[in-house]
């Protein structure tokens, strides 16, 4: 009997967060499901140069185009379209937030990681399911230890953006150089920039890059529709290289790095009385002008310092002490460490 043909189906019909722990096998592959929505795809022999890959989508549960393209690419596995030459797992994240169309119930899953979870009730679904999460990625990344580990955790924004797709870097641990080869996947995949983060952030990637040496990113790949609605021609690019990379097929990389833009500077919201001059339809990479007042407070006034900065994932309705947003600027790859 077909498990996976429309998994998407079962998850958003079934009632309960309780699973069958399926397990079949699929020619030379075995598929388990661990927990619902965790489904680990296991070639038969992952050999020294395979690559341990983790595809998570859903972690906001009405990001929905990524949820569709790994269903698909799920109910491929199953009817052997799609070969399978590397070890995956397979997580969708949010599942009571997918059934009930929202971003989240109680809290923003992807900000629960990286231990982060237990600053919340433990009760809720969505630190239960953060640590669920975590532990499912640390069991398959251990499992293949002497592996390249990769793992594309996949969203789509609400906010507009004058790069349809990009990608976000988690800060890399001191030591750790960006990877040329990954710069260049994201390249082929469609994404026209990437944001180098500078700090910890609690989301996924930098969970599975920090914690597990993973070359992890946040994928945005569009905009956010309904189950259905996703114009899938639109997603072409990206979900032809994520089917590639797990087959092991060969296939032509661009040799074009996206634009690659680094934090400058975190706007902080330090008072209730705020002068935030970026409207809430400000697309993220909206450049400004040298001069530009952005925000504004008595602790602190922001002013552009050099003309083109950038800004990303601006909210000025954000809690006191809160990030507002961040500024980026452009750097060239000789500006940073790239392996
Ligand atoms: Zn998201």
């Known amino acids: 009997m077909a498990i996976?043909?429309?998994?998407?189906?079962?998850?958003l019909m079934s009632k309960s967060n309780d699973s069958n722990l399926s397990e079949m096998r699929v020619g030379d592959l075995l598929m388990t499901e661990h927990s619902l929505g965790i489904i680990e795809v296991t070639p038969r022999q992952a050999g020294e140069n395979s690559t341990a890959y983790v595809y998570s989508c859903g972690i906001h549960g009405n990001e929905t185009a990524p949820i569709e393209i790994v269903n698909d690419m799920l109910a491929d596995i199953e009817s052997g379209v799609l070969k399978i030459k590397n070890p995956?797992?397979?997580?969708?994240g949010n599942i009571q937030a997918m059934r009930e169309g929202k971003r989240f119930i109680e809290n923003n899953l992807n900000r629960m990681f990286s231990r982060e979870h237990k600053k919340y009730d433990i009760e809720d679904d969505e630190p239960k399911r953060a640590k669920e999460i975590e532990e499912s990625i640390s069991v398959f990344f251990n499992k293949y230890?002497?592996?390249?580990?990769v793992h594309y955790d996949l969203h789509t924004a609400i906010r507009p953006s004058k790069y349809p797709k990009f990608a976000v870097y988690p800060s890399l641990k001191e030591g750790r150089c960006y990877s040329k080869n990954q710069l260049k996947l994201l390249?082929?995949?469609?994404?026209?920039?990437?944001?180098?983060m500078h700090k910890f952030s609690p989301t996924l990637s930098y969970y599975s890059s920090t914690t597990h040496g993973a070359e992890a990113f946040t994928l945005e790949l569009g905009k956010v529709e309904k189950f259905g609605d996703n114009i899938r021609p639109?997603?072409?690019?990206?979900?032809?290289?994520l089917r590639s990379l797990v087959s092991g097929e060969k296939f032509e990389t661009s040799n074009k790095y996206p634009k690659l833009c680094q934090v400058k500077k975190e706007l902080i919201r330090h008072?209730?009385?705020?002068?935030?001059?970026?409207?809430?339809?400000?697309?993220?990479?909206?450049?400004?002008?040298k001069g530009t007042v952005l925000a504004s407070d008595s602790v602190e006034t922001y002013k552009v310092e050099e003309d083109g900065e950038m800004i990303a994932f601006p909210n000025g309705n954000v809690k006191v002490k809160q990030r507002s947003g961040l500024i980026m600027?452009?750097?060239?790859?000789?500006d940073i460490q790239i392996v």
Not at 4 to 11: D, V
Not at 88 to 92: E, G
Not at 234 to 241: A, L, Q, S
């Open 4 to 11: 996976f043909n429309n998994y998407l189906k079962q998850l």
């Open 88 to 92: 995956l797992l397979i997580i969708f």
């Open 145 to 149: 230890k002497n592996l390249n580990k």
């Open 187 to 196: 390249s082929t995949m469609g994404l026209g920039a990437v944001l180098l």
């Open 234 to 241: 639109n997603f072409k690019d990206t979900e032809e290289v």
């Open 271 to 289: 008072e209730q009385e705020y002068d935030f001059k970026i409207s809430d339809d400000t697309a993220n990479f909206t450049e400004f002008k």
């Open 329 to 334: 600027r452009v750097v060239s790859p000789s």
